[in-house]
């Protein structure tokens, strides 16, 4: 029996897969909903959400290069404490530069944020914004007294 995944089942696959399965477990996988029979019109269903969420995913991609292209231009600064020898107090944190992106117009989570070294140095540092899997920005990060 032919079966399309409405959900990622354990060892036969993920949703949207089209799989072969035994008759008694494709009725169990049908009645657990967590699969469809795949005929005609199932199978064009789902070409078609395939075909959409593609379209989506480039989409996204050319809105990421876009934005990827704005926030490299922009310089974020920071004044920071400082003590003896220059030494910075704590450090700089994604939620800060998060922060200060949106105040911006960029919309940008903490979470996106990818920090290589702790900021608590004075002077430039490079950061990188995952935008998308595939589209990381680099924002350049100035620690001042």
């Known amino acids: 029996m032919k079966v399309i ?11 949207g897969d089209v799989i072969e399965v035994k008759d008694g477990y494709g009725t169990f996988l049908i009645n657990s909903k967590q699969a ?13 959400e395939n075909e959409q969420k593609e379209q989506e995913l480039s989409n996204d ?4 290069e876009k934005t990827k292209t704005k926030i490299e231009k922009v310089e974020l600064s920071f004044a920071v404490k ?5 030494k ?7 939620k800060q530069i998060a922060e ?9 989570d903490k979470k996106q ?7 608590s140095t004075l002077g430039y540092h490079n950061v990188d914004i ?16």
């Open 130 to 145: 995952e935008l998308h899997k595939k589209v990381v920005a680099t924002v350049k990060v100035a620690l001042t007294k």
């Open 113 to 119: 944020i990818k920090v290589q070294e702790s900021l």
């Open 61 to 64: 991609l050319k809105e990421a």
């Open 36 to 48: 469809i029979v795949a005929s005609q019109g199932s199978l064009g269903r789902l070409h078609r």
């Open 5 to 15: 995944l409405l959900a990622d089942v354990k060892k036969q696959g993920k949703k």
């Open 88 to 94: 910075v107090f704590g450090s700089v944190s994604p």
């Open 100 to 108: 200060q992106l949106k105040e911006k117009g960029y919309d940008v």
């Open 82 to 86: 400082t003590g003896e020898g220059d």
